[in-house]
Nanobody, 127 residues
Framework: QVQLVESGGGSVQSGGSLRLSCAAS????????MAWFRQAPGKEREGVAD???????TYADSVRGRFTISKDNAKNTLYLQMNILKPEDTAMYYC?????????????????????WGQGTQVTVSS
């Protein structure tokens, strides 16, 4: 059974940093496409960043240059380092993984195609 468990969310002031973690069980993070999504109150869920099995990454325009997605294969964990946080980054952040044996990520950070989702971790940025 695949489980994704996010942690690391919290409340920070504008300009601060947080690192989100997504620990996987029943699933190997290396060699698979995984991603981070977020959903703000009253808004649709949107893609933030993805990383394919070969290490290629994609970022939403709104976070490029501030966020970094990475994997630690030894810990079987996906990360999202978030720097220079802004109030508009406030949202519930979700980790997602494509089905087993899916190495590539679809272009444009679409929500479809992800079979496994974590429960989310809240990030709140105050001005």
């Amino acid at each position: 059974q695949v489980q994704l468990v996010e942690s690391g969310g919290g409340s920070v002031q504008s300009g601060g940093s947080l690192r989100l973690s997504c620990a996987a069980s029943g699933y190997t993070v290396s060699g698979h496409c995984m991603a981070w999504f977020r959903q703000a109150p009253g808004k649709e869920r949107e893609g933030v960043a993805d990383r394919d099995g070969g290490g290629r990454t994609t970022y939403a325009d709104s976070v490029r240059g501030r966020f970094t997605i990475s994997k630690d294969n030894a810990k079987n964990t996906l990360y999202l380092q978030m720097n220079i946080l802004k109030p508009e980054d406030t949202a519930m952040y979700y980790c997602a993984a494509r089905p087993i044996n899916y190495w590539t990520c679809s272009s444009g950070l679409p929500e479809r195609g992800y079979s496994y989702w974590g429960q989310g971790t809240q990030v709140t940025v105050s001005s």
